[in-house]
């Protein structure tokens, strides 16, 4: 879709603005990273260490996944969705593995 600039009853076409490349050996690291803070949340859930010590890793493992999702959407051009915490994070995941994303 062309967008058009009128100036004196005369029609100009607008250049479209294309995203920069985006560098595959980030896009892999971002999944990575991804992969290895999912495994470490699931294995915090059922680890047999005291529960204080045991939310303070599993809050930490989770900050750190979001922001590597947040980083995730902005490689892929991914909008984020203005919801709670988990609704986005659902969101951002579906979508990021409609574009082909797999961690």
Known sequence: MT???SVMG????????RRPPVDPFRTLEVQSALSRLDHEI???LYRDEPL???AHHLHAAVAAYGQALDEACGLAGV???SA???L?????EAELRTRGWEW
């Open 42 to 44: 699931a294995e915090l």
């Open 52 to 54: 204080f010590a045991r």
């Open 79 to 81: 909008a984020l969705p």
């Open 84 to 86: 709670g915490p988990t």
């Open 3 to 5: 967008t058009w600039l």
């Open 10 to 17: 005369r029609a100009w076409p607008l250049p479209r603005r």
């Open 88 to 92: 986005r994070r659902v969101l951002a």
